[in-house]
């Protein structure tokens, strides 16, 4: 396979370490990722585990529509 260089090799498959820029990009996503999911789940977690219904508790579209529609 392609050029030389140390890595680690298991049964005939080296693994090469990555550069410090694949490392600190993959920490980044792998945050931004992690903020993203807790976010959803401080938005979406009662209705996720059911905990509330989706139309539930918004209070814009409640029963007090009136005769105007």
Do not use: N
């Not at 990722?33 to 139309?55: E, I, S, T």
């Amino acid at each position: 396979m392609g050029g030389g260089g140390h890595g680690t090799t298991y049964k005939g498959v080296t693994i090469h370490q990555p550069k410090r820029w694949h490392t600190l990009t993959g920490k980044g996503m792998c945050a931004i990722m992690w903020f993203w999911v807790f976010y959803r789940a401080k938005q979406d977690g009662p209705v996720v585990l059911g905990w509330r219904h989706p139309w539930e508790g918004h209070g814009d579209h409640s029963q007090d529509h009136g005769h105007e529609h």
